[in-house]
Each structure stands twice: as C-alpha cells, then as structure tokens.
C-alpha cells in the first residue's frame, strides 16, 4: 500500500486519498493505527467518585470494543482495568456499583481480583505452578481524566495533557468540572457515511452559510476564525448582537468580544462545542467503512439560556450536516472525482487533520506525529 501523504503547503496541497474512505483494509488499519493511540472519551466520573466505585465503560464501541473498567480503591486511587477474566476470558463487571469487600470477583469460576487488578485467588488451582503470574493480573490501561471527563487509549500516542493544552491554556477560566451532565438532551444519530467525512464538515465553517440557514443568524460570520494547536484546533464564533454569547475575562485574548461559541476538535474524533449554556461534547464512533454513529452529551452551565444562541437547535443542524456528508460519500466513489484542493482561508482544520492521518497511517508509526 502507498504511503499516504499531505503537502504540509496547505494553499499547494491535495486532500487525502480517496482510497482512504473507501479501502476496508485501510479502515481496519486506521482503527489500529488512529484510534488505538489515540485518546477516546469514556464518559463522565460522576458514577466513580466515592471510594470502592466501580463503573464498567467500553473503548470505542462499534469498532475497538474493548472493555474497560473504572475502578476507585479505598485509598482513593482511579484506576482504569480491563474487564475481562484472565481466566476464561468472561467480563467482570455488568453494572456501575459498589465493589465487594475483597475486590473483584468473576461470576463465572470465582477468580479474585483487588481493585489495583492483581489476582489473588482462584478456586481449584492449588498446585497450579507460578499462580498468580503477571499474566493472571488484569492488564491496566492508561487512563487520564480531564474535568471531569475520563480519558482512554490502548497505546497513546501523546500524554492527554498534551492533547488538551491548548484548550487548557485558553479556557481556564471554563469550570466544566461542575457543569451537570443532562441525560435528557442525549442524543446518538447513526448514518451511512464514512467518519472522516463528518470529521471533516465539522472542521471548516465555509459550508455554513450555505447548509445552516438557522445557525446562519446567529453567528457574525465576519468575525468567524480559526486556530491550529498540535492534536486540536479551534473554530471562534462571535454572536450576532442581542444573542447569547460569553463575556471572556480580562486575562482572556476575546476580552471585550461577544463570542457565541469556541468550537474545539481533538483528533481524531472529539468535538468540545462550548456555549453559553454549557458544553455539547460529540463524539464520532466509527462503525465500518461506510457507516458512522455520532454520539452527543450535554453538560449544562447556565439552563435558563438553553435553547438560544449558537448552540440553540442542535438537532436541525445535525440533519443538514449529515444529508450534506452523505451526499459526499456517495460522490467520491465517482471515477470522475480523485480529491480536491484546500481553502488556505477555511480549510486549514481540515487540512491538519489530513497530515495528522497521513502520519498515523505510515508503517513507522511510531514516529513524532506531530503535523508541522
């Protein structure tokens, strides 16, 4: 297979090979080679806060499917285990709740487990020789939580803190870790697209005047800019006057501004959409070479401007995303279409996160991922 490659001149470059959204083996490689190493969300740790918790989650479900395990011990220590018995191979853990006084315990054949993941018991292997090894032992995962929200990767590429500085050193004065979490605006919308192509709608604001009438008359688009970090980037709204916008403070660069939203992307799959309402977190799941869920969770800020602004109508504005990056997955399989080229002005998201995927997919890739 060709190595894949992106001029780092984004105003001479070509986009990625369209290979890359419709080859299944590549898509079998990019699950290894991106989202293996890279750090996936795995909800929130309101559930895993008091000491002995125990939360069971799953690692890019749809795709990876690895079974993790959130476990607190006494002492206080979050831990993130693998939930599956070095036995037999059975899951640990079904459901969020209190561990047992000795740990953890396999329902299939009794194994015991403490809640830093070493075995230490397991009936009818006395004279089992070298019981417990390493290999018995529940492997731990790396794991790191960012405000709340917890953090996974098999095999990262990066330390999350890292991936998330950008967005630590401009919002600071954002205190998500005690915004609320709201079951009720949930969503998960599934289509017949491949995920990079939802990925990179998300990553440039050109389409918007064109696919969001609504979103359209709440936005200065004027004033609209973009930002490239190392993993993320942002995309700064300013508000129209008389919509809902945030006052950033004085030791903020937007002092003074009216911003209506600061729309953060963390590669490969993240999207951190802050309002003033709160934070509308999205992640992209994908389900196969042609098939994508989108997961959105709401954290709430300030519930009185819920409904308004930017982040008002979530829902139509999904709707047209979606039709538009249909229409494309149905467009690139044309033997008249090879790629494109990138707006310097608009695209230089989507640009980034071509080179990023380039290098992740290279077979030396373990190598500095960084895109410059």
Known sequence: MTPFSIDPDVARATTIDKRFYLDDEIWRLALQRVFARSWQWIGDLHDVAAPLALSPRVQLPGSLDEPLLLARDAAGTLRCLSNVCTHRGKLIVDAAGPAEA????????????DLAGRA???????GVAGFPCEADHLREVPFAAWRGLGFAALDPMAPLAEVVAEMDARLPWLALERWQPDASRARSFEFDAHWALYVENYLEGLHIPF????????????????????????????????????????????????I??????????????FYPWGLSLNQVLPLGPAKTRVVFASYVADRSLLGRG????????????????????????????????YSPQHERGVHQFHRLLAQALQPASRADFSPN
């Open 102 to 113: 000795q740990g953890l315990r396999c329902g299939y054949h009794g194994r015991r487990f």
């Open 260 to 273: 209506a939203a600061y729309y953060w992307w963390v590669f490969p799959n993240l999207m951190l959409n």
């Open 120 to 126: 230490w018991f397991m009936p009818g292997f006395d």
């Open 310 to 341: 930017a982040g008002g109508a979530l829902d139509p504005v999904e709707m047209e995303d979606e039709a538009a990056v249909l229409s494309v997955q149905r467009g690139i399989r044309s033997r008249f279409y090879a790629g494109g080229r």
């Open 211 to 258: 696919l969001h009438p609504g979103l359209t008359q709440t936005l200065d688009l004027d004033g609209y800019r973009y930002e490239q970090g190392r993993w993320c980037n942002l995309q700064l709204a300013r508000a129209r006057p008389d919509e809902p916008a945030f006052e950033p403070p004085a030791t903020s660069p937007e002092h003074g501004q009216r």
